[in-house]
Structure formats: C-alpha cells, structure tokens
C-alpha cells in the first residue's frame, strides 16, 4: 500500500489542523493505522494509532484530549484532527500502515509514507 500524508502547514499555538493520508489499494480496511512524529534532532515519536474498523484508538499521553485520530474506510483514508495546538508539537508527521494494531502503534509498520510538515509558532 502506498501511504501520502497532507494538510500540514503553519499554524499559531492554540490552532487546529487536520492531517489526511490517503492510501492506494483496495485493501484499505486491512490495515490499522497510525500516525507518528519526529522533530529536529529528536527520535520519531509515536502520536496516535486507530484499528482496522475504527472501533479501537490508542493515544499518546501528551496529546490525548487534544488530537483525534479517525478514518474512512470508503475514502481509503485516516486522518488527524489536531486542536490547542503547541510549540512542542512542531514536527514532520508520518502516516503508517500494517496488518496488526500492535505493529503499527509500536512502529514497526511495513508502510510508511512521507511526512507532513507542522510548524506552531508561539
């Protein structure tokens, strides 16, 4: 599956941005997803991952209550609504795909696509 994240951009502290990644293929359904980050000089960081149904999401501490992770499996596509945005969360943001929910959220996935920038300015 080929994985292609939109919607970043800048945006100041307190905003909102919607993340898309549209994936190519029939199979979308099969796969849970996630979406991760790195910022400059620091290690890629898991942000949020959604089952294959949408039924079951999975957060990170430092923006759960403030970023929604969702998906429609008729548009082949997941998505990231990112509000009270902060500094901290300027970074590249990538969408990832694989068959088991674990995998995808622990980053291991076998799909990844490129990144979206974000920048929040304060």
């Known amino acids: 599956v080929q994985l292609q994240a939109s919607g970043g951009g800048l945006v100041q502290a307190g905003g909102s941005l919607r993340l898309s990644c549209a994936a190519s293929?029939?199979?979308?359904?099969?796969?849970?997803m996630a979406w991760f980050r790195q910022a400059p000089g620091k290690e890629r960081e898991f942000v949020a991952a959604?089952?294959?149904?949408?039924?079951?999401?999975y957060y990170t501490d430092s923006v759960k209550g403030r970023f929604t992770i969702s998906r429609d499996n008729g548009k082949n596509t997941v998505y990231l609504q990112m509000n009270i945005l902060k500094p901290e969360d300027t970074a590249v943001y990538l969408c990832?795909?694989?068959?088991?929910?674990?995998?995808?959220?622990?980053?291991?996935?076998?799909?990844w696509g490129q990144g979206t920038q974000v920048t929040v300015s304060s």
């Open positions: 293929g029939r199979t979308f359904s099969s796969y849970a």
């Open positions: 990832a795909a694989d068959s088991h929910f674990s995998t995808v959220a622990a980053g291991t996935a076998d799909y």
């Open positions: 959604i089952s294959r149904s949408g039924g079951s999401t």
